[in-house]
């Protein structure tokens, strides 16, 4: 299937930095394929590209007929990138808590995106306004924190939500707060993403 490629990276991890530039040639049908297996659709693809034994830290997003379906990821690297590409697959298809399970019926029409991270970047910032003025729109996903509060925005989140206000407010209403909710306990980490899709 064609792929889309944008890749936005300040901050390299070993995994983006060695990443090729048809990664998504293979990622994409290794997500794909392990979502098929655990439906009963097809094997797993076999794979044996070096860069996927490199640790690494990845989301997959389903999409169907342009609507979120599912979408699972890893903020930490903690394993190799095939395997995290292959376990948050299936994850974001079987066990999204939002959606029920991906049907066999769904899985055909479907597409594929796989983001892979660079490492979390911490932000001091003095209050709303500070860590406003430091997002990068288009650029920058965004881990949000404040207590056992905790939330995630990819970077292509900005397409639906281009005013910097209406990001970090619709990020803390999904860590279970209130738009307009802000505590010097605040804690933002932002990265960076190379993305794929089908």
Same mark, same amino acid.
């Given at each position: 299937?064609?792929?889309? #490629?944008?890749?936005?990276?300040?901050?390299?991890?070993?995994?983006?930095a060695q990443l090729p530039e048809s990664a998504g040639d293979v990622l994409l049908p290794l997500a794909r394929s392990a979502i098929a297996a655990r439906l009963g659709a097809g094997s797993l693809t076999a794979v044996h590209e070096g860069w996927l034994s490199i640790t690494g830290a990845s989301f997959v997003t389903l999409k169907l007929h342009n609507n979120l379906r599912g979408c699972i990821g890893? *903020?930490?690297?903690?394993?190799?990138?095939?395997?995290?590409?292959?376990?948050?697959?299936?994850?974001?298809?079987?066990?999204?808590?939002? @959606?029920?399970?991906?049907?066999?019926?769904? @899985? %055909?029409?479907?597409?594929? %995106?796989?983001?892979? *991270?660079?490492?979390?970047?911490? *932000?001091?910032?003095?209050? %709303?306004?500070?860590? *406003? +003025?430091?997002?990068?729109?288009? #650029?920058?996903?965004?881990?949000?924190?404040?207590?056992?509060?905790?939330?995630? @925005?990819?970077?292509?989140?900005?397409?639906?939500?281009?005013?910097?206000?209406? @990001?970090?407010?619709?990020?803390?209403?999904?860590?279970?707060?209130?738009?307009?909710?802000?505590?010097?306990?605040?804690?933002?980490?932002?990265?960076?993403? +190379?993305?794929?899709?089908?």
């Amino acid at each position: 299937m064609p792929t889309d #490629i944008a890749a936005s990276s300040t901050v390299s991890s070993p995994a983006m930095a060695q990443l090729p530039e048809s990664a998504g040639d293979v990622l994409l049908p290794l997500a794909r394929s392990a979502i098929a297996a655990r439906l009963g659709a097809g094997s797993l693809t076999a794979v044996h590209e070096g860069w996927l034994s490199i640790t690494g830290a990845s989301f997959v997003t389903l999409k169907l007929h342009n609507n979120l379906r599912g979408c699972i990821g890893t *903020l930490q690297a903690h394993r190799t990138l095939g395997e995290d590409v292959k376990a948050n697959a299936m994850a974001a298809a079987f066990t999204d808590p939002r @959606f029920k399970p991906l049907t066999q019926t769904e @899985f %055909e029409a479907i597409n594929v %995106e796989v983001s892979v *991270l660079s490492p979390l970047e911490a *932000l001091t910032v003095l209050d %709303e306004n500070d860590a *406003l +003025s430091q997002l990068r729109a288009n #650029i920058d996903g965004v881990v949000f924190v404040y207590g056992h509060h905790r939330s995630t @925005f990819l970077p292509q989140v900005w397409e639906e939500f281009s005013d910097p206000h209406l @990001f970090l407010g619709h990020l803390k209403y999904k860590a279970g707060l209130p738009p307009t909710f802000w505590d010097p306990a605040v804690k933002i980490s932002r990265y960076t993403v +190379s993305k794929w899709r089908e």
